[in-house]
Antibody, heavy 119, light 111 residues
Framework: QVQLVQSGAEVKKPGASVKVSCKASGYTFTGYYIHWVRQAPGQGLEWMGW????????KYAQKFQGRVTMTRDTPITTGYMQLSRLTSDDTAVYYC????????????WGQGTLVTVSS | QSALTQPRSVSGSPGQSVTISCTGT?????????VSWYQEHPGKAPKVMIY???KRPSGVPDRFSGSKSGNTASLTISGLQAEDEADYYC???????????FGGGTKLTVL
């Protein structure tokens, strides 16, 4: 079945970087964009950006421009989201999700990766 | 990009209907047919309930429906059930920065 499996929880110090992976299976990896979404504790969902697994093209939310990098490794059908210069405000669960071709539905979602930023 | 506007909370009794609104602008909700809705239970990943304004994925009960009028999209849940109690988020494409944006989220309480 179509599935996205993310890497495990991370604890980082302020100023560090984190890289979260998203392993896709059950479909043609290069056929669907991967979006990244985060959710801080007790807060709502926040869109971060997307990567086109076929071309590597990316689009980032303005808020994260210059601090986020989304990449993919096509042979191993895995997407990555790297966030640098972390602060405590970046403590959140980070999700990857596949978006429908030509549509607006994010499905499926990864299980989420908790990133904790603490000194 | 500001989040789309949703009511912080709504409530209803079992069997009743509730509607959750999602208000944006002509640059996002009003300008495109790319609005989707997500249900999120505590500790779980979000689940798509409606996509492209009014389409329902297979497996989602037909009690869930979506619509749009002008710059406001709506999710209606009829025949409320206890398991519908969750947070709901709308999500729209926006042409302002050719990006996407979520609503602030709505907590649905089934009384």
């Amino acid at each position: 079945q179509v599935q996205l499996v993310q890497s495990g929880a991370e604890v980082k110090k302020p100023g560090a970087s984190v890289k979260v992976s998203c392993k896709a299976s059950g479909y043609t990896f290069t056929g669907y964009y991967i979006h990244w979404v985060r959710q801080a504790p007790g807060q709502g969902l926040e869109w971060m950006g997307w990567v086109n697994p076929d071309t590597g093209t990316t689009k980032y939310a303005q808020k994260f421009q210059g601090r986020v990098t989304m990449t993919r490794d096509t042979p191993i059908t895995t997407g990555y989201m790297q966030l640098s210069r972390l602060t405590s405000d970046d403590t959140a669960v980070y999700y990857c999700a596949r978006i429908q071709r030509g549509g607006s539905g994010l499905d499926p979602w990864g299980q989420g990766t908790l990133v904790t930023v603490s000194s | 990009q500001s989040a789309l506007t949703q009511p912080r909370s709504v409530s209803g009794s079992p069997g009743q209907s509730v509607t959750i609104s999602c208000t944006g602008t002509s640059s996002d909700v009003g300008g495109y047919h790319y609005v989707s809705w997500y249900q999120e239970h505590p500790g779980k990943a979000p689940k798509v309930m409606i996509y492209d304004v009014s389409k329902r994925p297979s497996g989602v009960p037909d009690r869930f429906s979506g619509s749009k009028s002008g710059n406001t999209a709506s999710l209606t849940i009829s025949g409320l059930q206890a398991e519908d109690e969750a947070d709901y988020y709308c999500f729209s494409y926006t042409g302002t920065y050719t990006s996407w944006v979520f609503g602030g989220g709505t907590k649905l309480t089934v009384l």
